[in-house]
């Protein structure tokens, strides 16, 4: 089975460059209600983020400009990939525990996501993932 989905972003361009839009709710969109927006950026060298999972929440994220690599673990095996395109987005939705390494400098890495901030929503540890996974 695929961890990895992807979604193409249509970029609408003309003379003065590009635009991507985003719209809650539609298939070849975004297929559900964006609650919440946030973005990652400025990211020390070395550092590596995420090392958790969610129960409910659904995510789509973009690599605005730069580039980083998630490695995406749903208990029985790891996929990854590289996000360096303005216009392709990541879907993790379902149990899957993330991580996220080599962040470009110039890394702009934009989440939209279903819910709003919960914090009972993570599982930050590795071996309660597996056992809800199991
Ligand atoms: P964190 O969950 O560590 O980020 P990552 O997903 O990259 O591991 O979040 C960093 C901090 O920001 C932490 O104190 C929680 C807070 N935070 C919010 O307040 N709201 C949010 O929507 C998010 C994603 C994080």
């Not at 395109?85 to 879907?91: A, C, K, T």
Request: some cysteine; glycine content about 6%.
């Amino acid at each position: 089975m695929s961890l990895i989905k992807t979604i193409n972003l249509v970029p609408l361009g003309d003379e003065r460059g590009f635009l991507v839009v985003f719209e809650s709710n539609k298939i070849d969109s975004v297929p559900f209600e964006i609650k919440r927006v946030y973005y990652i950026f400025d990211t020390k060298e070395g550092v590596a983020r995420g090392f958790h999972a969610h129960k409910k929440l659904k995510q789509i994220a973009v690599c605005v400009k730069g580039g980083c690599r998630f490695v995406l673990d749903d208990g029985v095996e790891k996929q990854e990939i590289i996000l360096d395109s303005s216009v392709e987005g990541l879907v993790i939705e379902g149990l899957v525990w993330r991580e996220v390494y080599d962040f470009s400098p110039d890394c702009v890495l934009m989440i939209l996501a279903s819910e709003h901030y919960d914090e009972s929503d993570y599982i930050w540890d590795y071996q309660e993932f597996l056992n809800e996974v199991s």
